[in-house]
């Protein structure tokens, strides 16, 4: 029979790391999102122009929305390896105190 290790610490610790990770990145989404918005409408308000602005801000609004529910989702896997790492430890705690309590009863 094989078994595997776990290590709940560092578990925990790559689960906030990429949670850490995730907002990063949301925050810099944010930014660059503003960035874009400093620029205004440069395509114009002619007829040409209209068009373009139409299907500019419709598609960025979508990739935008897009990469920040990746970048959400990414953060989420993050909170579940902490809640892994939570479960791990959970597991092995009443493990432990059910041999503790099978030794007492035994004697």
Known sequence: MSGFEVDPALLRSGGDTVIDVAQGFIGELESFESQLQGFGEPWGGDDIGSLIGVAYTAVAAWVLDCI???AEEVGSAGSDLTLMADNYEAAEEDTAGMIQT????LG
């Open 102 to 105: 099978l030794h007492g009863q």
């Open 68 to 70: 920040g529910e990746a």
